[in-house]
């Protein structure tokens, strides 16, 4: 495991189950914020706390006895903040066939004892790959910037 990115894998289970049949969506977004806080976390050393959750996209369905992958991982970095992508895939135990299911990106802020945001390690992408998700979360940034701007008077 490399410190900016966090797997977690396990079995979905009859618990997860919504009235479909499928996977619920609340099940869904815990795993979301479990791997992501668990990114953070281990990225910055400290105890964090959710900013921002976004754009969560349902892509295909996560069938109960699949085998769950979900993949958190440091994209971006501010001074305190840490813009994590996270996505899930499903795999089919017999058949192998594995599905993207869900993905979003969730920001984490460090924090002292206090409260009080405290710096994080600067994340530096290694790949073409980490420079395109990088630039995607400055992009989606941006966009949260505007979209704040143009409701904060209608608040």
């Given at each position: ?89 499903a795999t089919n135990p017999k058949t192998k066939v594995e599905t993207k299911t869900t993905h979003c990106v969730i920001v ?48």
């Open positions: 495991m490399t410190d900016n990115i966090v797997k977690f894998r396990f079995l979905s289970q009859p618990a997860d189950v919504n009235f479909g049949g499928k996977v619920h969506g609340g099940a869904v977004m815990k795993w979301i914020d479990q791997a992501g806080y668990t990114c953070a976390v281990n990225w910055s050393s400290q105890y964090c706390v959710t900013v921002y959750v976004g754009g969560i996209r349902f892509i295909n369905p996560i069938h109960i006895g699949e085998i769950v992958e979900v993949q958190a991982r440091i994209i971006y970095t501010g001074r305190s903040s840490m813009h994590i992508a996270v996505d899930i895939k984490f802020a460090a924090v002292d004892d206090n409260g009080k945001t405290v710096p994080v390690p600067a994340w530096t992408p290694q790949t073409e790959e980490d420079k395109k998700l990088q630039a995607y979360a400055i992009k989606l940034s941006e966009l949260r910037k505007e979209i704040n701007e143009a409701t904060s008077s209608q608040f």
